[in-house]
C-alpha cells in the first residue's frame, strides 16, 4: 500500500527537466520561429518524394538510400515536433547533419561546370536553410518542453 493513498494531499508528479546543451540554447538565443515553421520537416519530406522517384530510375542507390534516410528523418523530426517531445532537439541535429552531409557529398562528388554550380545552388537554397530550420524547431521543443 502507498504511503500517498493514506494522505490527504495530493500527490504531484515530478517531471524531468529535459537537458539542453548550453551551446544550443546560446548559439542563437534571441531568433524564435513562428509556430507555421513547424510543418517544415514534414512538407520538405513529401517534397523529397519525386527527387527519390528519379534517383530510384536512373539507379543511383546509394543516393536514394542516402535520401531515404533524409526522408524518416524528416518524418520523425515532424513526429516528435508534435508530440512536443524534447527529444525533437537531437532529432533535429540529425537531420541537419544529414543535411549538411548530403550536401558536402553533392558538393564533392559534382563534375566540373554545370554540376558544381547546380550543387552549390542546391546547397546554398535547399539543404543548409531547412538544417538550419531543423536545429531551431528542435532546440525550440526542448525549451518548451
Excluded: K, N, Q, Y
Amino acid at each position: 500500500m502507498s504511503t500517498a493513498a493514506l494522505s490527504a494531499r495530493p500527490v504531484r508528479t515530478i517531471r524531468p527537466v529535459p537537458f539542453v546543451p548550453p551551446f544550443i540554447s546560446s548559439v542563437v538565443p534571441a531568433l524564435v520561429l513562428p509556430a507555421r515553421f513547424a510543418r517544415v520537416p514534414a512538407m520538405a519530406a513529401i517534397a523529397l518524394l519525386p527527387w527519390l522517384a528519379v534517383l530510384a530510375v536512373s539507379h543511383e542507390t546509394v543516393w536514394v538510400v542516402l535520401d531515404l534516410v533524409e526522408f524518416s528523418a524528416l518524418l520523425s523530426l515532424d513526429a516528435l515536433l508534435r508530440r512536443r517531445s524534447p527529444a525533437a532537439l537531437w532529432a533535429g541535429a540529425a537531420v541537419a547533419l544529414l543535411l549538411i552531409g548530403d550536401a558536402l557529398a553533392d558538393i564533392a562528388c559534382a563534375g566540373p561546370g554545370c554540376a558544381v554550380l547546380a550543387a552549390l545552388l542546391m546547397a546554398g537554397c535547399v539543404e543548409l536553410p531547412l538544417a538550419a530550420v531543423c536545429l531551431l524547431l528542435g532546440r525550440d521543443a526542448a525549451v518548451r518542453a
